[in-house]
């Protein structure tokens, strides 16, 4: 037996090799993502505009334009740094693990952590963390298209190599490792790239479309209200001025910083529910979401298996005891009994444990079980049966499980020639044995036997039990031939459902969402666990079922309440095609190497975190990590949350501005001096404005959040609903701002104008109140229930007190005291953007 690496030589041999990692794409650096803050058309014309003003001698306005814009470039760097560290700690989230062995002791590390000389195990959809040779396998089968470009898979025996970054897609393995990181084949002829998408969402191109959309009917109107103030007579640099404030006062500039941000918060915010976001565009997308696909074994249950009923031929044993705790015991007519008292319960022990990897460990006073759960209820029912050990180094040949074939075999070494042992689902058992197993030894198995062993499967599936059927053949050989052989009995397996599950079903539900199960289990088993997680089933369908079944009658069947048990992977892709051609938007989960095209075709594809294969999580848009359904819909609740916020600030972002443009043109036709100065727009823009939005980007969900239909895909967060509102504000606004400038003008146009720029300020903080929900008054959402909004609505209306009292921001902005009455007549006029829109909604809501 194998040993592995002791711990005592790991420090040694880290010095000497180091980690096993290749060097990381080398992240923007903190100038670079600076510089990136004035590398856009208007920062540039502002910059332009800066140096005009210190050639026309206005020092004060130079200095003005350039603190702003060095302000804007500190806040976008703070912003886009604090997205890129969320993202790099996903990425270290996502990084790959290994099974090694380590003292003997079989542990899961991180991959990163491996040496040459690691004993590392592995098994199907696994990514070979390192170059290794292979010790023992089992239908080993490796893709090698990374290194090779063949996609032609290759199968490897003992004695051979594996690669770094080739993929385990059959079969399983113990390997011991050569070479790790640079010194590996992969890493000599290619780096690793990022595992988290950088693309681009269909959120973050709408609104870069916006802007561009924005910026050129902003130089559009600029040239066209400067030619018409040339014609007004007013002087050059007014009209420049005029032109340069109306083009900032139409481009939402701090936008897209603003959305990158609440993406990369909402990845974390996601992480922290454990669902780890690998593509950005999945958070919009789940906020859609309509239908999700779900496993059944470890998502909507527990994945601890218990063995509780035995069947032979002859016997019923009832298994008592929990988890992976031997201290049960196995009883036949109300009597305890052990396998040295019963020779079909000792036979069918002892194909219980050769046919499975799994291992229990006592660790002080617990028992742990390392391996995979069902193979660990078996290995615990033997325990309890008091069977005798068996040598797994006795073992010469085996056939692992696969999906297709739903069965494992292994050939064992006696000194009475070759035993053959075989388990797995019970058609599939049935389907190779012609005898059965009694007390004094094989005999043919009638077709009653077969009708009753069938009724017995029916029976336990619609109890909620996994059943698991066990078989053998004395005097078998080399190699596997799976005939003939011997039926031992089924054993009934327990996963009880996880408790927080049906409430995340019914929250589902009404959201619209529906849950569909797909399962390999027993038909029966898949019912009576949807029946108890209150999943709509009203009929099976197998993948028999759906062999027969042409693309209507597919999607006909689709509109009813259907549950999908023995499925084939491979059937998931038409399930997902059939449902996306019905209109849905559809949530897929997956765990194995072939479910990875049904995860690439679905909206959103969910890799399973514990039981994922590195291959399902590689084509996921979103990994599990905890397995759990629940964490599926807390997501797609994340989602929706993420989705309205981003609403809720573009359109108080537009409004804003929106505001501040009208009151221009006005101020324009009017023919009164500038109502705003660029530096001061500037000011509300990219300073005030910003931090505010990014602060409704925090708001918690609403109470009906969840109570409403999945979202269109399709829907923009600009549509036409959105413009009586966006109008509303910003003729308000302008309206106020105007009244306070002509109000105030005989008292000099300094003063005038720092009212009126003081009271757009204002307007715009008040109004953010309106815009935390679109359908819901704040008392009901609870007025202190987002503290981060408070915090930036306090810091901006103090940075906005210092701009009218401190003297350097006085210089820099051309503002000039105000006094209590002018303080008095912003705030009442601020007053309805808080209270009208509270009314509004109060009444609507009833």
């Known amino acids: 037996m194998h040993h592995g690496l002791s711990d005592k030589s790991v420090p040694d041999l880290r010095a000497q090799h180091g980690w096993n990692e290749l060097p990381e794409p080398p992240r923007a650096s903190p100038l670079t993502l600076l510089a990136k803050q004035v590398m ?13 003003s210190l050639l026309l001698g206005e020092i004060g306005d130079f200095i003005a334009i350039i603190a702003v814009v060095v302000l804007n470039a500190i806040l976008g ?25 380590r003292d003997g002791l079989r542990r899961t590390i991180p991959a990163r952590e491996l040496l040459p000389g690691d004993l590392v195990i592995l098994a199907e959809g696994d990514r070979v963390p390192a170059d290794a040779d292979i010790l023992h396998e089992a239908g080993l089968l490796i893709d090698e298209s990374v290194l090779t470009g063949e996609s032609v898979p290759v199968s490897r025996a003992a004695g051979e190599s594996v690669a770094s970054g080739t993929t385990v897609l059959r079969g399983h393995a113990e390997v011991c490792v050569t070479a790790i990181g640079q010194q590996t084949r992969f890493g000599k002829i290619a780096t690793l790239t990022a595992t988290v998408s950088d693309a681009q969402t269909q959120l973050q191109r709408e609104l870069q479309g916006l802007a561009r959309q924005l910026g050129l009917l902003a130089v559009g109107v600029a040239g066209v209200v400067a030619i018409a103030a040339l014609l007004t007579d007013r002087p050059l640099a007014d009209v420049f001025m005029l032109g340069l404030s109306l083009a900032v006062a139409m481009v939402p500039e701090g936008l897209p910083a603003v959305v990158t941000v609440t993406l990369a918060l909402g990845a974390g915010a996601m992480a922290r529910r454990n669902a780890l976001v690998r593509n950005l565009q999945a958070i919009e997308t789940l906020g859609a979401a309509s239908v999700i696909c779900t496993d059944k074994t470890g998502t909507l249950t527990e994945n601890k298996m218990t063995a509780r009923v035995i069947r032979t031929a002859e016997a019923r044993y009832e298994v008592t005891g929990s988890g992976y705790d031997p201290a049960g015991h196995i009883a036949r007519d109300g009597q305890k009994i052990r396998a040295e008292d019963d020779p079909v319960l000792a036979r069918l022990s002892q194909t219980a444990q050769l046919c499975s990897h799994a291992r229990l460990v006592r660790r002080g006073d ?8 069902t193979e660990g209820a078996l290995a615990t029912l033997a325990a309890k049966a008091w069977a005798d050990s068996v040598d797994r180094d006795s073992i010469v040949e085996e056939l692992p499980f696969s999906s297709d074939r739903k069965r494992m075999s292994v050939l064992e070494r006696t000194g009475a020639g070759m035993v ?6 019970p058609e599939q058992i049935l389907a190779i044995c012609d005898r059965i197993d009694r ?3 094989p005999a043919p198995m009638s077709s009653a036997e077969r009708a009753e062993i069938a009724a017995e499967v029916e029976a336990m599936a619609g109890r909620g039990l996994r059943t698991i059927a066990l078989a053998y053949s004395p005097g078998a050989s080399e190699p596997i031939v799976e005939e003939g052989l011997v039926f031992l009995g089924l054993a009934g397996l327990v996963d009880p459902p996880r408790p927080e599950v049906r409430d995340a079903v019914a929250l589902a539900a009404r959201a619209g969402i529906r849950t569909v199960m797909i399962t390999g289990d027993h038909p029966a088993t898949a019912m009576n666990i949807a029946q108890k997680l209150a999943i709509p089933g009203d009929r099976v369908l197998t993948s028999d079922d759906l062999a027969g079944m042409e693309d209507a009658a597919l999607a006909e069947a689709l509109r009813e309440n259907v549950v999908f048990a023995r499925v084939q ?11 996306q051609d019905g209109g849905a938007i559809v949530a897929m989960t997956g765990d194995g190497v072939n479910d990875a095209p049904a995860l690439k075709r679905a909206d959103i594809g969910l890799a399973m975190g514990i039981r994922g294969t590195e291959v399902a999580k590689d084509a996921s848009d979103l990994v599990v990590l905890d397995d759990n359904y629940a964490t599926i819909v807390g997501a797609v609740a994340e989602g929706r949350r993420q989705f309205e916020n981003i609403r809720k600030f573009v359109r108080y972002l537009l409004a804003s501005n929106t505001g501040e443009v009208l009151a221009l043109l006005v101020n324009l036709s009017l023919g009164g001096p500038l109502i705003f100065l660029p530096t001061q727009i500037l000011w509300m823009n990219l300073i005030t404005d910003g931090v505010t939005a990014i602060s409704l980007g925090l708001e918690k969900p609403e109470p009906g959040q969840m109570r409403v239909p999945p979202r269109d895909p399709r829907m923009h967060l600009l549509g036409l609903s959105a413009l009586p509102v966006i109008l509303a ?10 009244w306070l400038f002509y109000s105030l003008l005989d008292q000099g146009v300094e003063v005038a104008r720092t009212a009126a720029f003081t009271g757009m300020v204002l307007f715009e903080k008040t109004s953010v109140f309106a815009f935390r929900s679109l359908r819901t008054p704040c008392w009901r959402l609870g007025w202190t229930s987002n503290p981060a909004l408070w915090m930036a609505f306090s810091a901006m209306v103090l940075a906005q007190i210092a701009a009218v009292y401190w003297p350097p921001l006085q210089t820099l902005l051309h503002t000039a005291p105000l006094s ?5 007549s912003i705030l009442v006029l601020a007053l309805p953007l808080l209270v009208v829109p509270e009314l509004v909604k109060s009444v609507r809501s009833h």
């Open 77 to 101: 760097f703070v912003q886009e740094w604090r997205a890129e560290t969320t993202m790099q700690a996903l990425r270290k989230m996502l990084s790959p693990a290994a099974v090694v062995v």
């Open 439 to 441: 007390a004094e030894g």
């Open 40 to 52: 856009n058309l208007l920062v540039l014309l502002l910059i332009a505009a800066a140096g005009i």
């Open 569 to 579: 992977p491979e059937d998931k892709l038409r399930i997902v095609a059939a449902l």
């Open 420 to 425: 053959l042992h075989c388990k797995g689902a």
């Open 366 to 373: 617990q028992w742990d079980m390392v391996g995979e759960p």
């Open 820 to 824: 209590l009455d002018h303080w008095g």
């Open 729 to 738: 504000f910003g003729l308000y606004t302008a309206g106020a701002s105007l």
